[in-house]
């Protein structure tokens, strides 16, 4: 079993910063791909960012010069820095591991673990 556990968002004025954070514990034996997704109410998550075991990123156009992924497999985390914030990126962020997990016999099993949600709040 994996637990997630997010941090960072609040509440900023529109072309601020603010740096989210993920951190995953339990059984696993690899993280794969870390990445961060945005729902707002009403509509579908949409991927922000992702990041490989290999450091491979990959961004939505519209975040692509402003937003930094960064990852840290020994402490099996991931982070969102996010600069110069619009008010219609007023979402809750969803941070997202896939990997291996050990079962009771010590075999691995693929898993895919997100976050309870962050809320980030842009105002104009």
């Known amino acids: 079993q994996v637990h997630v556990v997010e941090s960072g968002g609040g509440l900023v004025q529109a072309g601020g910063s603010l740096r989210l954070s993920c951190a995953a514990s339990?059984?696993?034996?690899?993280?794969?791909?870390m990445g961060w997704y945005r729902q707002a109410p009403g509509k579908q998550r949409e991927l922000v960012a992702t990041?490989?075991?290999?450091?491979?990123?990959n961004y939505a156009d519209s975040v692509k010069g402003r937003f930094t992924i960064s990852g840290d497999n020994a402490k099996n985390a991931v982070y969102l820095h996010m600069n110069s914030l619009k008010p219609e990126e007023k979402d809750i962020y969803y941070c997202s591991l896939e990997g291996l997990v050990l079962d009771q016999d010590g075999s691995p099993l693929p898993y895919h673990a997100w976050g309870q949600g962050t809320q980030v709040t842009v105002s104009s």
């Open positions: 339990g059984s696993i034996f690899s993280i794969d791909d």
């Open positions: 990041i490989s075991s290999n450091g491979h990123t």
